[in-house]
């Protein structure tokens, strides 16, 4: 591999190199890539569709055997790019429990963690700028 990282790599539409882009971004770049999906109603909220997850936030896991199952998020993994939720557990062969590690492409954010004031400033900006782009559409 010729590059560590390179932007360029995201604009590419070979599997392997968008492969090579998410496993070799540094991890401000990989942040952003645990967004998940918010609900309808805090869509309607906050006029987005996704929002990086942060430990603290209630999730519904949308996919797999654990479907429709929710908890709150007790550990994040950025390398990665792995989420942990809380009473998500596996039993192992030895008979010890073990925390689920989900991709957040899977969880659906419920409730949001509004502990950081910051947070909730950048989403109304956000959202008044969504709002702006709309009306100049009209």
Do not use: C
């Not at 070979?14 to 990989?30: C, D, E, M, V, W």
């Not at 430990?55 to 950025?78: A, E, F, H, P, S």
């Not at 010890?96 to 899977?106: A, D, R, T």
């Amino acid at each position: 591999m010729k590059n560590k990282f390179s932007k360029h790599w995201k604009s590419s539409k070979r599997p392997s190199k968008q492969r090579k882009y998410t496993a070799n971004a540094p991890l401000h770049i990989k942040k952003k890539l645990l967004s998940a999906n918010l609900s309808k109603e805090l869509r309607k909220k906050y006029g987005r569709r996704n929002i990086p997850a942060r430990k603290g936030d209630t999730v519904r896991i949308m996919t797999g055997k654990l479907r429709k199952k929710q908890g709150k998020i007790i550990r994040i993994n950025t390398k990665k790019s792995r989420v942990e939720i809380e009473g998500i557990q596996i039993k192992k062969q030895d008979g010890s429990k073990v925390n689920v590690k989900l991709h957040p492409s899977n969880l659906q954010i419920i409730e949001l963690n509004l502990d950081d004031k910051k947070r909730i400033q950048i989403k109304e900006a956000k959202k008044q700028g969504s709002e702006q782009v709309q009306e100049k559409k009209k």
